[in-house]
Nanobody, 125 residues
Framework: QVQLVESGGGLVQAGGSLRLSCAYS????????MAWHRQAPGKQREFVAS?????????????YYADAVKGRFTISRDYANNTGYLQMNSLKPEDTAVYYC?????????????WGRGTQVTVSS
């Protein structure tokens, strides 16, 4: 099983920035994509962003973002250090949620097979 641990959450004022980190353990399974999803109180978990292999030969990667965060959030992955990141800029109160890191073996991050426990992000106005 892949283990993931998120960090970097906290309280920030609207317009501020946070950088979330996701440290993941090595696995015998190939991870096609790393993703971030979030869940706000009273709402179901929703997709935020993912980064996936687009071409196994060129090693090109594709990034995907939910419309709500496009242009403000940036996802990245450090393969050597087994760490994923989510840089969040221009944060809004509606971004308040528990953010979960996920590892997707087969898809583009929409359906992770493994999840971290989450890290709380609270944006005040």
């Amino acid at each position: 099983q892949v283990q993931l641990v998120e960090s970097g959450g906290g309280l920030v004022q609207a317009g501020g920035s946070l950088r979330l980190s996701c440290a993941y353990s090595r696995s015998i399974f190939r991870i096609n994509a790393m993703a971030w999803h979030r869940q706000a109180p009273g709402k179901q978990r929703e997709f935020v962003a993912s980064i996936a292999r687009a071409d196994s030969i060129t090693r090109a990667e594709s990034e995907y973002y939910a419309d709500a965060v496009k242009g403000r959030f940036t996802i990245s992955r450090d393969y050597a250090n087994n760490t994923g990141y989510l840089q969040m800029n221009s944060l809004k109160p509606e971004d308040t949620a528990v953010y979960y890191c996920g590892a997707d073996r087969f898809s583009n991050g929409r359906y992770p097979n493994y999840w971290g426990r989450g890290t709380q992000v609270t944006v005040s106005s």
